[in-house]
């Protein structure tokens, strides 16, 4: 389920000199957050017989990423002619060696399991290590499976999954049960845009026939996808040439500066680098075409996109008043 953006907008001001113009594009802000909710879908079902039963194991268990451990409770029993008898427990994982989750786009995530019983040992699960002697019960006894996220993530996914196979046998008699169970891990999707601020534009050292140009740096961060799109809107609309508020033959789609009289237009481009490398222009329904990869794990630690503005020469040499101002707004989508 997607939320929708929340959009913190500023504003674009023009400063000249007389004569000609500068400009002031103030950043616009954009926190776009995504959240999923699947429903935790373990089976309350029991396999086994009155000798040797798991309970409430088998079936879809789901975690997410707010906490760093998270448990699945279910529950025991192991007896042998009304008294308790011990048992061994092992956890194989899908792909030999590793407890791991895996995402649709081949990203994983690697686990820790770990048992923990009332009056009953706890430690750590090992792919291939067989753990002995845990005493058993002549009733269900309440147990967890403690899930634990190893190492800090960046995920790239909304959606993680593994499958699981618990082997319990009982010591004196060697009967054995297998339990079937997969984990399920969500993650709640953020996306944002952090450390844009104002664009200062000013025809300061710009001769005639060179069009005006600044840009901000900025970065785009999140969690739970791996790409993301990308549009502007400005509250004086798109303009194309020729179309009655302007007259060019300037084929870009435009956005309009305003003045206290007159308008200036100005175009608009992104780049999925701090460098400005491979500037994609807007389209006339205000998005940037394509998708871009997300660059940077969540800490944002530096700019990985720039927008550019410029506002071409025939417009700002005619231009006869000292500020122009607009609100540029900058929207990202998680793909």
Not at 17 to 38: D, E, G, V
Not at 232 to 252: C, D, F, H, K, V
Not at 258 to 283: C, D, K, V
Request: proline content about 4%.
């Amino acid at each position: 389920m997607k939320v929708q953006p929340t959009v913190k907008s500023h504003r674009l001001l023009k400063q000249m000199t007389p004569n000609k113009k500068s400009r002031k594009f103030i950043k616009n802000f954009l926190i776009l957050i995504f959240l999923l909710y699947l429903p935790n879908s373990s089976l309350a079902s029991c396999q086994g017989d009155t000798y040797l039963r798991i309970c409430n194991l088998s079936g879809w268990h789901t975690i997410n990423n707010q906490a760093q451990q998270q448990n699945i409770s279910f529950t025991f029993l192991s007896q042998e002619l009304g008294a308790a008898s011990p048992f061994s427990l092992e956890i194989q994982p899908e792909h030999e060696g590793y407890y791991r989750l895996y995402a649709d786009n081949g990203d994983t995530v690697d686990l820790s399991l770990a048992l923990s019983a009332p009056h009953r040992k706890y430690f750590t699960f090992r792919p291939g290590k067989t753990y002995q002697d845990i005493p058993g019960s002549i009733s269900d006894f309440n147990a967890d499976l403690k899930v634990k996220l190893v190492g800090n993530r960046n995920f790239t996914s909304s959606s993680y999954r593994g499958n699981f196979q618990l082997q319990a046998i009982q010591e004196e008699s060697g009967k054995a049960e297998e339990i079937n169970f997969s984990i399920e891990l969500t993650i709640e999707p953020t996306i944002k845009i952090l450390q844009l601020d104002n664009i200062f534009l000013s025809d300061t050292g710009i001769s005639p026939g060179q069009d005006i140009v600044g840009h901000e740096d900025f970065c785009v961060v999140g969690n739970g996808f791996s790409h993301y799109a990308i549009s502007l809107s400005s509250s004086s609309g798109i303009i194309a040439g020729n179309s009655g508020r302007i007259t060019t033959s300037l084929q870009e789609e435009m956005f309009m500066l305003t003045g206290i009289r007159e308008e200036l237009p100005y175009m608009a481009s992104f780049s999925n680098n701090a460098q400005g490398r491979a500037l994609t222009n807007l389209n006339a329904s205000g998005h940037i075409p394509g998708i871009y990869a997300r660059t940077t794990p969540e800490g944002c630690l530096g700019d990985n996109t720039r927008i550019t503005i410029r506002v071409p020469s025939p417009y700002w040499e005619r231009a006869t008043e000292s500020k122009y101002t607009d609100v540029l707004t900058v929207t990202v989508t998680s793909q």
